[in-house]
């Protein structure tokens, strides 16, 4: 069974940097995407990036300016860094895995194992 | 900017049916947006429920079912149950990028 565990600061200060990590257990980091979720608190989820396990990302073009994904294969992680935060910023922070891949019957695509989340407050 | 919307909010008595669906700003949704669909509980992670439209993980109830419907995809439930109220999301791919719905809150009353 796949587990994944978000950590890092439960508290930031503005225009810090946020730093989050994803431990990635019950499974091999290899041959999947990894993703970053973010959902500020009573509202909705929001996408913020994923990483492929060889390094390739993409980001949320609405924080593509203050994200960078990072991956660490050796130690089944994969990390979050969100520069010069705002209380905008404040959230609980998912991290998730993605999986997308061509067969036979066409191409696919997923997001099926959830970290239980971390929230962040951004606040002097 | 791409917007996927959702209805916010509908009610649904117990064993009946409800259809939720996902709309996609750029026009019909497709196959090529591989919809997936989430349930989320109050103080929880969500939970994966649907991908690639229709496409069931190994742990979600038979009675939740995928499909496009009318240039949107659709989530139905059939035969509710009590522990169905929850929020449900959609999330859209737009080649490299994911958008998620605004939510779903279903009430089963």
């Known amino acids: 069974q796949v587990q994944l565990q978000e950590s890092g600061p439960g508290l930031v200060k503005p225009s810090e940097t946020l730093s989050l990590t994803c431990t990635v257990s019950?499974?091999?980091?290899?041959?999947?995407?990894w993703s970053w979720i973010r959902q500020p608190p009573g509202k909705g989820l929001e996408w913020i990036g994923y990483?492929?396990?060889?390094?390739?990302?993409n980001y949320n073009p609405s924080l593509k300016s203050r994200v960078t994904i990072s991956v660490d294969t050796s130690k089944n992680q994969f990390s979050l860094k969100l520069s010069s935060v705002t209380a905008a910023d404040t959230a609980v922070y998912y991290c998730?895995?993605?999986?997308?891949?061509?067969?036979?019957?066409?191409?696919?695509?997923?997001?099926?194992?959830w970290g239980q989340g971390t929230l962040v407050t951004v606040s002097s | 900017q791409t917007v996927v919307t959702q209805e916010p909010s509908l009610t649904v008595s117990p064993g009946g049916t409800v259809t939720l669906t996902c709309a996609s700003s750029?026009?019909?949704?497709?196959?090529?947006?591989?919809p997936n669909w989430f349930q989320q509980k109050p103080g929880q992670a969500p939970r994966a429920l649907i991908y690639s439209t229709s496409n069931k993980h190994s742990w979600t109830p038979a009675r939740f079912s995928g499909s496009l419907l009318g240039g949107k995809a659709a989530l139905t439930l059939s035969g509710v149950q009590p522990e169905d109220e929850a929020e449900y999301y959609c999330l859209l791919y737009y080649g490299g990028a994911r958008v998620f719905g605004g939510g779903t809150k279903l009430t089963v009353l």
């Open positions: 998730a895995r993605e999986k997308y891949y061509y067969d036979s019957s066409g191409y696919w695509a997923e997001i099926d194992y």
């Open positions: 750029t026009g019909a949704v497709t196959s090529g947006y591989y």
């Open positions: 019950g499974g091999s980091i290899s041959s999947y995407y």
């Open positions: 990483i492929y396990y060889s390094g390739s990302t």
